[in-house]
């Protein structure tokens, strides 16, 4: 409610006030002197657009969605600017058909806006999933030929679409989703009960690798360092590396790696030769489509008789498909010959549920392999 002293007249100064406090950071007192200026003036484009942003920054989706698309529709679709906060809004809001609307309009506006682009992707894919299967791969056709060196649209716009699949996720988009994720990882995959790392924990464990300790160990993709907790009691030395900056700031709070690195797997595996008794890779390989180049990079970085261990998503086709969420899924026969061509023995294949989407168990294999 307004004070009954205050008016339409107070509107400039009240503008002028919540600037300052936008300014100096303090976004609470910000966003009550635009409410007030709302209550006195529900139209007021400037309070709603900056109300909208502040929102966003407060983890508050709800008002953000309500401002930005008030200021939406009384500005009119072509001169109001602001349709990347409102598309993350209505993302974070589950809203997937009006986020996708948003961020389509985003990037027609600004093709540079990378967020939007993979936001995008994000709603393109829960539009996929909630049932708007059509409309979802049509935009993402569309995204992929219009932008056709967006990593985003190369990746997901491809899954989605059906287009041409790419043989391996790119490393930006790669880095771009999970930088993006890293702070909330652990908790949303504790929410969808996710096990690859314990799993390949337990393999080693069946056929005693490390039963003595003093491996010489590289989690690759090691992420927030799931891994590398399971895998510290069985090193002598522990090894981390991987593409996400954000990733490894998580892993490197957990202090249970020796060193690690921020690099692209396969070109770091292949600057060190014979370097590690056992390489593991929980949920990683699902970012690569052809698993040809990884298997003989695994075997270059391994020294002779050293051990493979990996989980993968499974299909049943052929060879490795790239499903909507922009995850690659293999079959057991392609893991095989792959694993086996470049000079491994297969030790064991398990099959298992790794974690669940949508409430759904996803089926994963997970091997253990020696080099020759
Ligand atoms: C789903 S997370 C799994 C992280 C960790 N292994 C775990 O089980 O919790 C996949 C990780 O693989 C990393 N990754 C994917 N492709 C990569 C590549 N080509 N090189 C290095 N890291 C990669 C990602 O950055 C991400 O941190």
Redesign the pocket.
């Known amino acids: 409610m307004v004070d009954a002293q205050i008016t339409t007249d107070d509107i400039p100064d009240l503008i002028e006030r919540a600037e300052e406090h936008y300014r100096r950071s303090r976004l609470t007192e910000s966003a009550a002197d635009y409410d007030t200026v709302l209550a006195l003036d529900p139209d007021n484009l400037d309070a709603l657009e900056w109300r909208g942003e502040i929102a966003v920054q407060l983890d508050d989706y709800e008002t953000a969605a309500d401002r930005l698309g008030a200021a939406r529709r009384i500005r009119g679709d072509d001169a109001f600017g602001e349709y990347t906060n409102l598309g993350l809004a209505l993302y974070e809001l589950n809203r997937a058909d009006e986020a996708v609307d948003a961020l389509w309009r985003a990037i027609q506006q600004d093709a540079d806006d990378l967020v939007s682009h993979s936001n995008l992707g994000k709603a393109l894919y829960d539009q996929h999933a909630n049932g708007e299967r059509e409309t979802a791969i049509r935009i993402a056709a569309e995204w992929l030929s219009r932008f056709p060196d967006n990593p985003d649209a190369q990746h997901i716009g491809a899954a989605i679409s059906g287009g041409t699949t790419p043989n391996?996720?790119n490393?930006a988009y790669?880095?771009d989703v999970?930088n993006d994720y890293a702070a909330s990882?652990e908790e949303k995959?504790a929410e969808l009960a996710?096990r690859?790392?314990v799993l390949i924990e337990a393999l080693l464990t069946r056929h005693m690798i490390g039963a003595e300790g003093g491996l010489s160990i590289l989690?690759?993709?090691?992420?927030?360092?799931?891994?590398g907790q399971c895998l510290r009691p069985i090193a002598s030395r522990l090894e981390g590396?991987?593409?996400?900056p954000g990733?490894l700031k998580e892993a490197e709070a957990k202090s249970c790696y020796d060193t690690l690195a921020e690099?692209?797997?396969?070109s770091?595996l292949c600057e060190r030769p014979g370097r590690y008794d056992l390489i593991a890779?929980?949920?990683?390989l699902?970012?690569?489509g052809a698993l040809e180049d990884a298997a003989a990079a695994f075997y270059t970085a391994l020294k002779p008789t050293g051990t493979l261990a990996f989980s993968v998503e499974a299909t049943e086709t052929e060879s490795y498909i790239l499903n909507e969420s922009g995850r690659y899924k293999h079959s057991a026969a392609y893991l095989r010959h792959v694993v086996e061509e470049a000079g491994f023995s297969i030790l064991a294949l398990d099959d298992d549920s790794l974690r669940t989407e949508y409430g759904v168990p996803v089926e994963g294999l997970i091997l253990l392999a020696q080099r020759d």
Do not use: I, N
């Open positions: 391996v996720a490393s790669v880095a999970f990882f995959l996710y690859a790392p989690d690759a993709g090691c992420g927030t360092g799931l891994l590396v991987d593409l996400s990733m690099a692209e797997l396969v770091f890779a929980a949920d990683v699902c970012y690569f």
